[in-house]
T-cell receptor, first 113, second 116 residues
């Protein structure tokens, strides 16, 4: 089945450690996105990528890094510089068609203790 | 910059009744796409309905319809015959198509409660 897979579903890390969230898609979509979801703040864009080896900062990129070495994969690293990393993270992808919505993974809940 | 505003953090509706969720947006573009997503307790994002700004006709998907007012930059979602399974967070989204790139901008969401 085609879709977007995020792993793991739950992730616990100690404060000060970097952590990488995985996002893989087999929809052959060009664009991929990372959003952060906090209560009352909706979905905020962290990073996005239109093509392999290229990506752009979203509205809240500080403390995060990404790579896009393969079309299918867009991992997100939450670094120790991110002051409030505990959140729900959603990965999405979309083709270039204007009519098409973004497709989402199941999300990763990151808790930093 | 384009923005999407959902002014109702929470709404309640009686089962079988109708409810309308509000969304406004800001853009200088003349043609664009708007979307409503549903996020149930599983947290999986599900597309509910989409609307192209170029089309005057309001989109409809079964019990879900939109009231699209382009001049007012308003894109409200009407849910008819509400069911318990409609209880969820609902997000309005705008597809931003700046030159050479495109991304989706979301509102802060409305939590819908359905009362039995």
């Amino acid at each position: 089945d085609g879709g977007i897979t995020q792993s793991p579903k739950y992730l616990f890390r100690k404060e000060g450690q970097n952590v990488t969230l995985s996002c893989e898609q087999n929809l052959n979509h060009d664009a991929m996105y990372w959003y952060r979801q906090d209560p009352g703040q909706g979905l905020r864009l962290i990073y996005y990528s239109q093509i392999v080896n290229d990506f752009q900062k979203g509205d809240i990129a500080e403390g995060y890094s990404v790579s896009r070495e393969k079309k299918e994969s867009f991992p997100l690293t939450v670094t120790s510089a991110q002051k409030n990393p505990t959140a729900f993270y959603l990965c999405a992808s979309s083709p270039p068609d204007r009519v098409t919505e973004a497709f989402f993974g199941q999300g990763t809940r990151l808790t930093v203790v | 910059a384009q923005t999407v505003t959902q002014s109702q953090p929470e709404m309640s509706v009686q089962e079988a009744e109708t409810v309308t969720l509000s969304c406004t947006y800001d853009t200088s573009e003349s043609d664009y796409y708007l979307f409503w997503y549903k996020q149930p307790p599983s947290r999986q994002m599900i597309l509910v309905i989409r609307q192209e700004a170029y089309k005057q006709q309001n989109a409809t998907e079964n019990r879900f319809s939109v009231n699209f007012q382009k001049a007012a930059k308003s894109f409200s979602l009407k849910i008819s015959d509400s069911q318990l399974g409609d209880a969820a967070m609902y997000f309005c989204a705008y597809r931003d198509e700046s030159p050479g790139t495109y991304k989706y901008i979301f509102g802060t969401g409305t939590r819908l409660k359905v009362l039995a």
